[in-house]
């Protein structure tokens, strides 16, 4: 099975801090994608990468950035922690040009005191 | 059965009976679609997709339905389980590698 491993369930963070998550996954997969999540307005797609160190803006980019290095590995940077930040993140992957198995992390609630 | 007509974030459904769950899209464009459950604490899993070249495609117990011409989508869960309490999206593409998602519909199974 695809896993897409985040690599903290919880983190609390002080506004202004910079914030790294970490996703890693495991099957080779092409895209990643970085959603936040937060009730009653679904998933938001921050930002994606279709190949190693290219990115493109989601539809919240704003407040974020992006690296991904390696293949395997996405990280969503908050380069000034703020309040309003506080969400539920998911990160995906799947291959390239293709939806079917668009895979999920288990997420990262992130609280900004 | 329960059934939605319109798009509500909650629905509360009797273990046994049958649940149908809407969800509207916007793009007119998009040509696929999936639902996702996501169990508390857990990511959103696949549960089925559907092209736009079908109005219907069955899995086990669930079944989604497409109407393009009012861009509505539903899922429907025969004999609803505990185990399917949880939240679902629905999920749509135009370019067959990023999806938009709806807000989600909180099921609740009640015993």
């Known amino acids: 099975d695809v896993k897409v491993t985040q690599s903290s369930r919880y983190l609390v963070k002080r506004t202004g801090e910079k914030v790294f998550l970490e996703c890693v996954q495991d099957?080779?997969?092409?895209?990643m994608f970085w959603y936040r999540q937060d009730p009653g307005l679904g998933l938001r797609l921050i930002y994606f990468s279709y190949d190693v160190k290219m990115k493109e803006k989601g539809d919240i980019p704003e407040g974020y950035s992006v690296s991904r290095e390696k293949k395997e590995r996405f990280s969503l940077i908050l380069e000034s922690a703020s309040t309003n930040q506080t969400s539920m993140y998911l990160c995906a992957s799947s291959l390239q040009d293709r939806v079917l198995g668009y895979t999920f992390g288990s997420g990262t609630r992130l609280t900004v005191v | 059965g329960e059934s939605v007509g319109l798009h509500l974030p909650t629905l509360s459904v009797q273990e046994g009976d049958n649940s149908i769950i809407n969800c509207a899209y916007s793009n007119s464009a998009s040509d696929y679609f999936i639902w996702y459950k996501q169990e508390s604490g857990k990511g959103p899993q696949f549960i089925i997709d559907?092209?736009?070249?079908?109005d219907k495609r069955q899995g086990q117990r669930v079944t989604v339905l497409l109407n393009k011409t009012v861009k509505h989508l539903s899922l429907q869960i025969a004999a609803t389980q505990p185990g399917d309490s949880a939240v679902y999206f629905c999920?749509?593409?135009?370019?067959?590698?990023?999806?938009?998602f709806g807000a989600g519909t909180t099921v609740t199974v009640r015993a």
């Open positions: 559907i092209r736009s070249n079908m």
């Open positions: 099957m080779d997969h092409e895209n």
């Open positions: 999920a749509e593409t135009a370019n067959d590698y990023k999806l938009s």
